[in-house]
């Protein structure tokens, strides 16, 4: 039975044909409506769910406890979490460590099955529940919650089995005669951390979820505010076949646990969504650790944005309302809490007047209110601190000279974090909610002179750290043009007329550079490639008679 996993390759496997997981609609009296509700109904009914720490298959249950509570109504919480410690962390690696030799070596075929599963039991067994998890945990409307815990997780996992199986089908392209080059894929050689955020559900569960598929062992932290979607993912995971100490669970002190991490020598990789300060502070960290790593490490990252629209006087009126029903879309859904988020917009002067009716009419509609309640287009902010630091940039919005809000910018934290859909206009272009990042629904308008577009487009480059998302509305190809090379380094997702967030699986790899990142583009195969050290194999077929070269004799 000791040989029972050693597995005769016997054919070349070809994986199910991938597209992107279908999105449901929730329409009122829809299959899917009724069957969000019920699992939103039993969710709340329930209470909060205790959740252990997962090492090894075992569940720990530490009795150091941290609460997540339900943004919506901030005194009600989703779930109990018993916290990691340096020890804990300790054993986790080891666990890992001792897992990854039988993990890696594991078919190709198999490792690919245990991902596809998950997505079809996503799909289908466990779609609505990580859904409501997502809703009262999180934040998220339906579209919102659907958009990203469901559709986007299955792509994730289903694309990234198809980029993995494209990569290993890459080898040398020449043989010289007698010889047979190959390349090997090979897990990192060590552990990964993976630190996921609370604003999508799909991140947390791609962070660990990519570098195991490539074959490594994966430590992942969860967001404090999003530990109950993160569970019920892990949890589907090992339902998926996922073997205990290839993937642990550790949600606990950032700092502790982290630091646990990076201070291991056998640490190879930090997968990172989050703020750009932390990101920072970990790569210091890993840096000054350099010279006690059994080899370099990979450090993968997206942290923040302050992205962009740009609007070009070459648009039309219907151009122009197209913008502002992009920009609502674009800065306000989920609250504006999304790394892409549209926070400031250029306006050129001769259409401000048409682009602040449209804004103003459509932003009259927006409902916002608890998750659960279906008719919201917004919801909450995920926590005090968040309220708070938002709360903040909006006073000083108030306070300013230079600025004036002309729509919301109410807050009430009596129930839920709730903030108002924000619109400033400020005629300073480097005020401090057009340079900062915010993370809610704060939007800034700067008004610019029609014939100055060269020069905006370098103040949309020189005005913050960033380099995220933007997009551009134009009408004319030339202006098209024009601008995209002008705006070339200012985001590494880049749009034309449409808004700055919404990038899908396999269809726009997501990631930017400058402040904003590493720029390794989640939804692709340069992801993965991160997560590989390749072998490079060289087989000799014929004997040679003797050392020297032709050239060797006179």
């Given at each position: 039975m000791s040989n029972a996993l050693q597995t005769p390759s016997l054919a070349h496997f070809k994986l199910p044909a991938i597209e992107n997981e279908p999105m449901k609609n929730y329409a009122p009296g829809s299959t899917e409506r009724k069957l969000l509700e019920e699992a939103l109904t039993a969710m709340r009914a329930e209470g909060p769910l205790e959740v252990p720490v997962v090492i090894n298959g075992e569940k720990i249950y530490?009795?150091?406890?941290?609460?997540?509570?339900?943004?919506?109504?901030?005194?009600?919480?989703?779930?109990?979490?018993?916290?990691?410690?340096?020890?804990?962390?300790?054993?986790?690696?080891?666990?890992?460590?001792?897992?990854?030799?039988?993990?890696?070596?594991?078919?190709?075929?198999?490792?690919?099955?245990?991902?596809?599963?998950?997505?079809?039991?996503?799909?289908?067994?466990?779609?609505?529940?990580?859904?409501?998890?997502?809703?009262?945990?999180?934040?998220?409307?339906?579209?919102?919650?659907?958009?990203?815990?469901?559709?986007?997780?299955?792509?994730?996992?289903?694309?990234?089995?198809?980029?993995?199986e494209e990569m290993y089908h890459i080898q040398p392209p020449k043989n010289a005669f007698g010889t047979w080059n190959r390349t090997e894929y090979r897990g990192l050689d060590g552990f990964v951390l993976a630190v996921s955020p609370f604003n999508f559900t799909a991140i947390g569960g791609n962070l660990p979820s990519a570098p195991a598929l490539m074959g490594n062992v994966v430590l992942w932290k969860p967001s404090p505010s999003a530990v109950l979607s993160n569970y019920l993912v892990f949890e589907l995971l090992v339902e998926a076949g996922l073997p205990p100490g290839v993937i642990q669970f550790v949600p606990g002190p950032a700092e502790e646990v982290c630091a646990a991490a990076i201070g291991h020598p056998e640490f190879s990789s930090l997968h990172y969504t989050g703020s750009t300060a932390v990101f920072r502070k970990l790569w210091k960290d890993i840096g000054n650790n350099i010279d006690k790593y059994t080899s370099y490490?990979?450090?993968?990252?997206?942290?923040?944005?302050?992205?962009?629209?740009?609007?070009?006087?070459?648009?039309?009126?219907?151009?122009?309302?197209?913008?502002?029903?992009?920009?609502?879309?674009?800065?306000?859904?989920?609250?504006?809490?999304?790394?892409?988020?549209?926070?400031?917009?250029?306006?050129?002067?001769?259409?401000?007047?048409?682009?602040?009716?449209?804004?103003l009419e459509e932003h009259a509609k927006i409902k916002q209110g608890p998750a659960h309640e279906f008719e919201h287009f917004m919801g909450p902010v995920i926590n005090r601190f968040a309220f708070d630091k938002i709360k903040g940039y909006i006073n000083h919005a108030i306070s300013d000279p230079d600025?004036?809000?002309?729509?919301?910018?109410?807050?009430?934290?009596?129930?839920?974090?709730?903030?108002e859909p924000t619109v400033i206009v400020t005629k300073n272009p480097l005020a401090k909610t057009m340079v900062e990042e915010i993370f809610g629904p704060v939007t800034t308008i700067y008004v610019y002179e029609d014939h100055k577009v060269e020069d905006t487009c370098k103040l949309i480059k020189d005005t913050t750290q960033y380099g995220l998302t933007g997009a551009i509305f134009a009408r004319d190809r030339e202006s098209i043009v024009k601008c995209s090379n002008l705006l070339r380094q200012t985001a590494g997702n880049f749009y034309i007329n449409d808004k700055c967030t919404g990038a899908v699986v396999g269809q726009q790899p997501f990631g930017g550079g400058r402040a904003s990142g590493t720029n390794d583009k989640a939804g692709s195969w340069s992801l993965l490639v991160r997560f590989v050290s390749t072998r490079s194999i060289k087989e000799n077929f014929v004997p040679i008679d003797d050392f020297l070269y032709p050239s060797n004799f006179l």
């Amino acid at each position: 039975m000791s040989n029972a996993l050693q597995t005769p390759s016997l054919a070349h496997f070809k994986l199910p044909a991938i597209e992107n997981e279908p999105m449901k609609n929730y329409a009122p009296g829809s299959t899917e409506r009724k069957l969000l509700e019920e699992a939103l109904t039993a969710m709340r009914a329930e209470g909060p769910l205790e959740v252990p720490v997962v090492i090894n298959g075992e569940k720990i249950y530490t009795g150091n406890t941290a609460e997540q509570f339900n943004p919506s109504e901030h005194k009600k919480a989703v779930c109990k979490f018993h916290e990691a410690d340096a020890t804990l962390i300790k054993k986790a690696i080891e666990g890992a460590m001792a897992a990854k030799a039988q993990w890696e070596a594991l078919p190709f075929n198999d490792r690919v099955a245990v991902f596809l599963k998950a997505a079809d039991l996503l799909s289908s067994k466990y779609r609505y529940k990580i859904m409501a998890a997502t809703m009262l945990g999180q934040g998220k409307n339906i579209w919102q919650a659907e958009i990203d815990a469901a559709a986007e997780l299955c792509d994730f996992w289903r694309f990234n089995c198809k980029y993995a199986e494209e990569m290993y089908h890459i080898q040398p392209p020449k043989n010289a005669f007698g010889t047979w080059n190959r390349t090997e894929y090979r897990g990192l050689d060590g552990f990964v951390l993976a630190v996921s955020p609370f604003n999508f559900t799909a991140i947390g569960g791609n962070l660990p979820s990519a570098p195991a598929l490539m074959g490594n062992v994966v430590l992942w932290k969860p967001s404090p505010s999003a530990v109950l979607s993160n569970y019920l993912v892990f949890e589907l995971l090992v339902e998926a076949g996922l073997p205990p100490g290839v993937i642990q669970f550790v949600p606990g002190p950032a700092e502790e646990v982290c630091a646990a991490a990076i201070g291991h020598p056998e640490f190879s990789s930090l997968h990172y969504t989050g703020s750009t300060a932390v990101f920072r502070k970990l790569w210091k960290d890993i840096g000054n650790n350099i010279d006690k790593y059994t080899s370099y490490p990979r450090v993968v990252g997206e942290t923040g944005g302050k992205n962009y629209h740009f609007l070009h006087p070459s648009l039309d009126t219907q151009g122009v309302r197209h913008a502002a029903l992009q920009t609502i879309r674009g800065a306000f859904e989920f609250q504006g809490q999304k790394c892409s988020a549209c926070s400031r917009v250029y306006v050129p002067q001769s259409q401000f007047g048409d682009y602040k009716k449209f804004l103003l009419e459509e932003h009259a509609k927006i409902k916002q209110g608890p998750a659960h309640e279906f008719e919201h287009f917004m919801g909450p902010v995920i926590n005090r601190f968040a309220f708070d630091k938002i709360k903040g940039y909006i006073n000083h919005a108030i306070s300013d000279p230079d600025s004036e809000v002309i729509a919301g910018g109410k807050c009430d934290d009596s129930v839920g974090y709730f903030i108002e859909p924000t619109v400033i206009v400020t005629k300073n272009p480097l005020a401090k909610t057009m340079v900062e990042e915010i993370f809610g629904p704060v939007t800034t308008i700067y008004v610019y002179e029609d014939h100055k577009v060269e020069d905006t487009c370098k103040l949309i480059k020189d005005t913050t750290q960033y380099g995220l998302t933007g997009a551009i509305f134009a009408r004319d190809r030339e202006s098209i043009v024009k601008c995209s090379n002008l705006l070339r380094q200012t985001a590494g997702n880049f749009y034309i007329n449409d808004k700055c967030t919404g990038a899908v699986v396999g269809q726009q790899p997501f990631g930017g550079g400058r402040a904003s990142g590493t720029n390794d583009k989640a939804g692709s195969w340069s992801l993965l490639v991160r997560f590989v050290s390749t072998r490079s194999i060289k087989e000799n077929f014929v004997p040679i008679d003797d050392f020297l070269y032709p050239s060797n004799f006179l």
